[in-house]
Structures are given as C-alpha cells and as structure tokens.
C-alpha cells in the first residue's frame, strides 16, 4: 500500500489535460438528463462531481468518456474538441463501479487487457505491468483471479488498469460505495495520493459528500441535469450559492428554517426575538451550520429534543417556533430531553430566497454584524 498524506498539497500540473464541457445536454426524449452543462477542469486537478441520485452525474461522466453522445453543446479535453470522437480517441482511462474485470482472467492479465487489445508491445506492457504494481503494491496478486480478491484488492487491480493505460485523464464513476465504511475511507486516501503522485486529471463522481469534501480540487454540484455550484469544496461550505448547495453539504446539513419580519429585522417564524438577521425584502430562509452553534445565557431559546452522544460530539436536536436546530457540540453534553436551553452563534446567519433557493448578497446578510452577534452571544 503506498502512503497517503492527510495533508492536500498542490496538486502537479504537467502530467494531466484539461477537461471542458461547454452547454452539454442529454436528452432522452421529452426528458433531460443534462440541462446546458458548462464545465472547465483544469491540467492535474481532482474535480468531483457530487449530487442525488438522478442528478446527471454519471452521465456528464459518460459523456465526457464517449460512452454517451451529447445531444448539444461541445466537449473539449486538453483543448481537442472530441464531442463526437470515439472512446479509444480521447485520451481518458475509466473506473466502473462494478470494477468490471473479467473473472476467468488473472490480475495481471486483468491489468493488461487494455493494452494487449490495443497490441502494445510485450516489453512496453511489461514496464507498465511493473511500474502499477510497484505503485499499487499488489505483486502477490498477479496470479489469483477475482473471486479470490477482497474488496479493496478488486478496487487496486481496477486502478491499476487505468495507471497502465497512461492517459492524462482518469474517470471514476463512484468506485468505492460497493466498499464498508473503513475500507471507504482508506481507499479515498489511496487514489488521492494516487492521483496526486500521477499528476493526472481526475474526474470522479459520488453522491458522499464526505468523499467529496476530503478528496477534490474543485466540487461540481449537480441537481436535476443542471450546474447548482462549481467551486472548490472550502467555498461551497462557506458561501453556498443556494439552499441546495447549503443542505447537500455538511454532516449534519445546514439548519434552513423560514424567517419573519420584526421591528428589528428578521426573527425564526413562530418567534418574536431574537433578532438573527438584518432586514430583507421578498420570503427568505435562514441558514446556520450546526457546529456554528453553542449553549449560552443568552440566544435563541430553545427546546432540547434529542441529543445523541456520538464520542467526538454532541447532536443537540432543538425545537423554537416552527423551526428544528441541530447543534453540534465538542464533547459530552449532559442535557435532559425537555430542557429549556439558548443557542448562540458569532456567525452571521445565511439568507436564501425562499422561492427560488438563490442566496442572498452577502454584503445585505453580513451587514450587522456586531449587533447580530451580540444579541445572540452569550
């Protein structure tokens, strides 16, 4: 197993091409599974495309491999408009889900399809063989077949294929969910440290957000066929463009509860105080992250409902009007279901038109800071 470091560092920018979509569709009929996509990966980067199922993902990712055609729009790798060349013309290598190895063939042969398909010569498949085995450390593999793999061996010999095929791109269609929870989280570490040794652009689709936030460059968030945010994981975690984007990510998600006009501004809908945000034209939703709450003396008053004890943290389960606040709190909370609590938060609260998701300019939401923070601090 070659190491992984916990740390992200800039990622080389020699060995892999960029990646462009520019007003790709997919239709199917009278349904779209992708809605005027415009996507730009950038030479070496890690971009995850993230979202629900049905969101359009997979396909962006077929797409972009040549498995599936566009209806419209132009896809673009290392600048060479390929929207309508082959798979085998494209410059790309892909990790299927299922792995997809062929059972009556051992790891190495498993490993060198590609090539021997492709007739490139016994000395040159050998010096791939040896380089993704070094790479991968699954020498005392190479005879058995997959039956007799685990897992995590399955995932290498299926990682390996790419590394052999030496493309500047790599398309991973959510290689780890036919993993455990462990497993998951080592073999994220290894293709990071992978990719990040090869230098090569990665294209990786998920619906884990976890998987998301630890591993990407850049996060492509999809929702119903169309682009919600692209940007890097940091800022979609801070400013998310929508309630959306505020929801998706997070564990647990942001709280969004809906917000209603005071003398003073915006309260939670079902209460008259505090004040948690300046005042704003249309119906909006508010937004807090839960672990930018704490327990003070003075707050939002709360109702405790639940609170589950998980090692590391506290989930502090809250009822206030018509709103539910999640709070997570460092270490052991003793608090009995039932009690009367406040939540107080030195953050500014997001605002979100309630109609459309859209966010709303930060400058409106961060405008009174210092007031907002000391009526809801402690």
């Given amino acids: 197993m070659f190491a992984a470091s916990a740390a992200k560092p800039e990622p080389p920018r020699s060995a892999g091409a960029s990646v462009r979509l520019v007003s790709v569709s997919r239709h199917w009929g009278s349904v779209a599974a992708l809605d005027r996509v415009s996507i730009n990966v950038e030479p070496g980067h890690f971009t995850v495309l993230l979202g629900p199922s049905g969101c359009g993902k997979t396909t962006c990712l077929r797409i972009v491999a040549g498995l599936e055609t566009a209806s419209s729009g132009c896809v673009q790798i290392a600048g060479r408009d390929v929207t309508r060349a082959p798979p085998a013309a494209r410059g790309v290598a892909m990790v299927f889900q299922s792995y997809a190895l062929f059972p009556h063939l051992n790891v190495a042969e498993n490993i060198m399809f590609g090539l021997r398909a492709r007739r490139v010569a016994a000395s040159e498949r050998a010096r791939r063989l040896k380089r993704a085995v070094e ?80 591993m990407a460059d850049q996060i492509v968030l999809l929702r119903s066929g169309r682009v919600e945010q692209d940007a890097p994981p940091a800022e979609i975690y801070a400013n998310p463009a929508t309630s959306f984007a505020a929801s998706f990510l997070g564990t647990p998600p942001m709280n969004l509860f809906s917000l209603d006009r005071a003398a003073d501004g915006l309260v939670l809908r079902g209460t008259t105080s505090p004040v948690v945000a300046p005042a704003a034209p249309g119906e909006l939703l508010g937004g807090i992250r839960p672990e930018n709450l704490r327990l003070a003396e003075r707050g939002i008053p709360v109702h405790v409902e639940l609170a589950e004890y998980l090692g590391a943290e506290t989930i502090l389960t809250c009822n206030v009007g018509e709103a539910r606040l999640l709070a997570r709190l460092p270490g052991r909370v003793d608090v009995s279901i039932g009690a009367a609590v406040h939540l107080a938060t030195d953050q500014p609260v997001h605002l979100f038109d309630a109609a459309t998701g859209v966010a709303i300019s930060r400058a409106v939401r961060n405008q009174p800071v210092t007031r907002l923070v000391h009526e809801l601090g402690d």
Wanted: aromatic share 2%.
């Fill in 135 to 214: 790479i991968l450390d699954i020498a005392h593999l190479l005879q058995r077949k997959p039956g007799q793999l685990s897992g995590g061996q399955q995932q290498r010999v299926a990682l390996g294929r790419a590394i052999v095929a030496e493309t500047p791109v790599c398309l991973m269609d959510e290689p780890l969910s036919n993993l455990d929870a462990q497993l998951r989280a080592d073999m994220r570490r290894e293709i990071l440290a992978l990719q990040r040794r090869l230098g090569i652009t990665m294209l990786y689709v998920t619906h884990d957000q976890t998987e998301a936030m630890a």
